[in-house]
């Protein structure tokens, strides 16, 4: 008997936030103060330039993941707000198929420099009072990830100032957001021996920012703070939870990259770190069949309602 598959009219699917910081470089001597207005008017050219290119143009190979992405679509919607949905594909990765249903033999179906096309959003929202960008990301394991994302806008952005006579050049950067459960893994321990504490090599003062800019040197440093010896010493979990706050307050000038803490309590020795801990939120989406894939302007409604409730 067939039992056929029930494709769902929805799913639930994870979404992840990051912040995003657009870095301007300066070709010449200038003493013009960065203007958010400015990177935003960038973003939105840039956009409009790899969307007009031909598809062979704009694809970007991933040797390493033996992919194939793209920028396929983008909505402006003002005030420094886009809507971005890319594609990918994933090729060499060719296989005998059976149809699961009455368990017949297919053939191979698809060659190795084929691949299935996957769809991954992107929200891009200018956060109010900062000049830094929040973003929210499809979680789609088969499509393209942030890194993929960030890495994509830089060549793009690259290949566009190399024929450019513009002043500036710009790169894309991004941190993913935490979530509450780094204070609530906090909680957890009793007693908290080590506090590693990454930051940017510039922050340490000029006597450390001669080492920057260097291929040999890495641009981020890492700070240890140890219990004082004696018993009953321990780091205190105030000190943590103000360093946490100026990891997540996007105003704050330390930019603490990364905080990671080593403690104890009665069942052992606990490790965490704030990049293992990040932001996510599941949301229900309307489905597109016979793909199965998510309806774009559906998702676009429900991640825009998430970011509203953010207060972005």
């Avoid at 140890?226 to 946490?244: F, H, L, N």
Wanted: one cysteine or more; aromatic letters at 8%; charged letters at 30%.
């Amino acid at each position: 008997m067939e039992r056929g598959i029930q494709m769902s009219d929805s799913k639930t699917i994870t979404i992840y936030s990051h912040h995003i910081d657009i870095a301007r470089d300066k070709k010449g001597a200038d003493n013009t103060p960065y203007s958010i207005s400015a990177v935003c008017a960038a973003l939105s050219s840039l956009f409009d330039a790899v969307v007009k290119k031909d598809l062979q143009t704009k694809t970007q190979r991933i040797e390493k993941n033996k992919k194939v992405i793209w920028l396929e679509s983008v909505t402006g919607l003002q005030g420094g707000n886009f809507n971005l949905t890319f594609k990918s594909a994933k090729y060499d990765q060719s296989r005998e198929v059976r149809n699961t249903d009455t368990m017949e033999a297919r053939g191979r179906l698809q060659n190795p420099e084929d691949g299935a096309e996957e769809k991954t959003h992107l929200c891009i929202r200018l956060r109010k009072g900062a000049e830094r960008f929040t973003a929210v990301l499809d979680g789609n394991f088969y499509g393209v990830s942030m890194s993929n994302i960030r890495d994509y806008l830089n060549w793009q952005f690259n290949s566009i100032q190399e024929d450019s006579d513009e002043q500036y050049s710009y790169s894309v950067s991004f941190e993913m957001m935490l979530g509450e459960d780094f204070l609530a893994e906090l909680d957890k321990m009793d007693k908290i021996n080590l506090m590693r504490i990454t930051v940017d090599i510039a922050e340490l003062g000029k006597d450390f920012q001669s080492l920057a800019g260097r291929d040999e040197v890495r641009s981020t440093v890492e700070l240890y703070i140890r219990k004082e010896k004696g018993k009953g010493k321990k780091i205190p979990k105030d000190m943590i939870s103000t360093a946490y706050q100026q990891h997540t307050d996007v105003a704050s000038k330390k930019r603490i990259k990364k905080i990671a803490v080593e403690g104890t309590n009665n069942n052992g020795s606990l490790k965490i770190d704030t990049e293992s801990i990040h932001m996510k939120h599941s949301i229900e989406v309307s489905t597109v069949q016979p793909t199965n894939e998510l309806d774009t302007a559906d998702f676009f409604t429900k991640a825009d309602a998430f970011i509203k409730e953010m207060g972005v």
